[in-house]
C-alpha cells in the first residue's frame, strides 16, 4: 500500500478530480481533549467513509487520524491502531488483518485510482460507534472496547471471543495523556494503541471456532459455531455448581428474527429485552445477560436529523443532516455530476 500512495513523501503529489495539487490531505492540531498534537487526514472520501463506518455524521469529525507512534517508518505513514485496530494500514499486523473501505478511499483521493469499494473487507473496530469514539480518550470508551481490570475475563468487543484484559507495569511513566490509572506506569500492552486497555482474545477462546481446543462447557449450556457469541453468564445445570466465580462468560447461540434478539440455551430459545438483560432457562440456575439488540442485530440507528438524502449518492460527505458535494457534483444529494468522469485505473 505504501508504494501504492499510502506515504507522506506522496501525500504532496496528490491531485483532485482537476488534477489539480490537492490543497490539504493532512492537517495537524493539538487536541485538548486528547492532550496531544494529532494529525488527520481530511481527504474527502476518506472523511466520508469514515463518517459511515463509525457512524459519525457530526461536524466535530474532521479527519482520521494517523498513527503518532512507533517511530520513524510508522508515525505519519499508517493509520492510528487506537481507531482501526486490526486494519492492515495500521502500525503492526494482527492474525486477522483487513482492508478498509478507508484505505481505498486514500488511495482514490489521491488522484491517481478509481476504488472498488465492493472488494473492501469488513472491519469490526469502532462500527457504529459514534463520533465520541474519535474524538475522546478510549478510557472513556463503553463496552467491551474498554477494560480496567486484571481479575476478570469478558467479551471481546464483537464477542466472538472470551478474552482476558492486558495490563502491562511498565519501568516507567506512561506519557501524560495515556495515563488512564493511578499508577502512572500501567497501561495497556501496545503503545500503537496509545496504551488503551481493551479485551483480547484467549487462544482458546473463540465462540465461533468450532475446533477450539477449549470445549464449550455443557454444565453450563454453551455451544460454539458460527451463530455463537460470548454473553455474560451466572447460568449453570440444576444440581451442578460453577466452583469460586458465580458471574463469568459463555459461549451461547444467538439469532434476529423478527425484529428481536433470540438466545438458545439447551436447544430452547428467549427473546432477550431490546435494551439487553437477564434471562431465565429451564433446568439452570442463575441467568444469562443479553446484549442490546443493535449489538448484535443491525447497526446503531442514526437520528433523522442526522441523515442524508440518499447518502449524498457517495459523492459527499454528510454532516448534520447536509450534503457537501465533492468537487465535480452538486445538488441537494449530489446526484449531479459537473465533470465527465475521466477512466483511472482501478483499485483491485
Request: with cysteine; hydrophobic share 30%; aromatic share 10%.
Amino acid at each position: 500500500m505504501h508504494v501504492l500512495g499510502f506515504d507522506p513523501h506522496a501525500f504532496a503529489h496528490f491531485r483532485d478530480e482537476r488534477k489539480r495539487r490537492r490543497s490539504k490531505v493532512t492537517e495537524q492540531s493539538i487536541d485538548e481533549k486528547l492532550g496531544r498534537m494529532v494529525t488527520r487526514v481530511v481527504l474527502p472520501r476518506v472523511v466520508m467513509h469514515s463518517r459511515h463506518h463509525y457512524g459519525a455524521f457530526s461536524e466535530n469529525f474532521t479527519g482520521l487520524e494517523l498513527e503518532d507512534g512507533g517511530g520513524r517508518g510508522t508515525s505519519g505513514s499508517h493509520w492510528e491502531k487506537r481507531l482501526l485496530m486490526n486494519e492492515i494500514m495500521t502500525g503492526s499486523v494482527d492474525t486477522r488483518s483487513v482492508v478498509s473501505k478507508m484505505t481505498l478511499a486514500l488511495l482514490e483521493d489521491s488522484g491517481w485510482y478509481q476504488a472498488n469499494y465492493s472488494m473492501a473487507d469488513h472491519l469490526d473496530w469502532g462500527r457504529n460507534q459514534g463520533t465520541d469514539f474519535i474524538t475522546s480518550p478510549c478510557n472513556l470508551w463503553k463496552g467491551a472496547y474498554h477494560c480496567n481490570t486484571t481479575n476478570f475475563s469478558g467479551c471481546t468487543y464483537n464477542r466472538e471471543a472470551e478474552g482476558y484484559c492486558p495490563i502491562v507495569t511498565y519501568s516507567g511513566d506512561l506519557p501524560k495523556w495515556a495515563r488512564y490509572f493511578p499508577q502512572a506506569n500501567k497501561g495497556g500492552q501496545s503503545s500503537l494503541a496509545d496504551y488503551c486497555t481493551y479485551f483480547v482474545a484467549y487462544s482458546d477462546g473463540s465462540c465461533t471456532d468450532t475446533n477450539s481446543a477449549r470445549a464449550p462447557d455443557r454444565m453450563l449450556g454453551e455451544v460454539r459455531g458460527s451463530n455463537s457469541r460470548c454473553m455474560a453468564s451466572s447460568l449453570v445445570r440444576t444440581g451442578f455448581v460453577r466452583g469460586s466465580i458465580t458471574q463469568g462468560n459463555g459461549c451461547y447461540q444467538h439469532r434476529c428474527v423478527n425484529n428481536s434478539l433470540e438466545v438458545a440455551v439447551d436447544g430452547i430459545w428467549k427473546a432477550c429485552p431490546e435494551a439487553g438483560g437477564p434471562v431465565q432457562f429451564p433446568g439452570f440456575n442463575g441467568e444469562l445477560i443479553c446484549p442490546a439488540y443493535n449489538e448484535l442485530c443491525s447497526n446503531r440507528p442514526v437520528s433523522v436529523s442526522e441523515q442524508c438524502a440518499n447518502s449524498c449518492n457517495l459523492n459527499g460527505d454528510c454532516v448534520n443532516g447536509k450534503c457537501h458535494c465533492f468537487l465535480g457534483f452538486h445538488g441537494h444529494d449530489c446526484s449531479k455530476s459537473e465533470l465527465s468522469r475521466i477512466h483511472l485505473y482501478s483499485i483491485i
